[in-house]
């Protein structure tokens, strides 16, 4: 079991570590229709899909951290930012049962919504001036819609590298939590009278 959890934390590395460099190095220098896909809350997104919330939380944590580390930018923003994506996806597939390509398409283009917001947000509270008006929404628009069609190939990459013994226990741990019982009732006898 614990041989299983490291070879997963690896494999998990991994994938950040090719999502840190793969983002600046060839994706950035992509331009479609005025927006450039972004990998990162994707990955994000797709781990916490998979694994649930606080894998997602821990996994957007460390990736933002490395993002932040990677590209000389103010540390801890990024990682802010997806570390709150991956906890509310992961919230939103333990708590609405999300299954199926148009999940993770529809996730993909929240998660990438949030991101983009969340960091303009967060730049603008430490004072950095940011560029408005139809050229910014523009960029958000072409940038969401890219990665609403780049999400289900990278959902699928990341179910492939992180493994399906991980996605079977994640189903079964959620089957054991999930039965319905409330500190009202009893497991045999039903509600409790008092």
Not at 1 to 9: E, I, N
Not at 18 to 38: E, K, N, R, T, Y
Not at 62 to 84: F, P
Request: glycine residues 12%; positive net charge.
């Amino acid at each position: 079991m614990d041989g299983d959890r490291v070879k997963l934390g690896l494999r998990l590395a991994v994938l950040a570590l090719l999502g840190s460099l793969v983002q600046p190095v060839l994706m950035s220098h992509v331009d479609i229709a005025g927006g450039a896909p972004d990998l990162i809350p994707l990955l994000v997104m797709s781990v916490a899909l998979i694994m649930g919330s606080m894998s997602g939380a821990v996994f957007g944590f460390c990736l933002g951290l490395l993002v932040d580390v990677a590209l000389l930018q103010t540390m801890g923003v990024t990682s802010l930012v997806l570390l709150a994506v991956g906890f509310w996806v992961g919230r939103a597939r333990e708590t609405q049962d999300l299954e199926g390509p148009l999940a993770a398409l529809v996730s993909g283009a929240l998660a990438t919504l949030a991101t983009v917001l969340g960091f303009s947000v967060l730049q603008f509270l430490l004072g950095v001036d940011p560029p408005v008006g139809g050229a910014l929404v523009r960029l958000v628009l072409a940038t969401v819609v890219l990665n609403a069609l780049l999400a289900v190939p990278v959902h699928a990459l990341v179910r492939r590298v992180v493994g399906e013994g991980a996605v079977a226990a994640r189903r079964r741990r959620r089957g054991r939590t999930t039965g319905g019982l409330s500190p009202l009732s009893s497991s045999q006898t039903g509600p409790i009278v008092r």
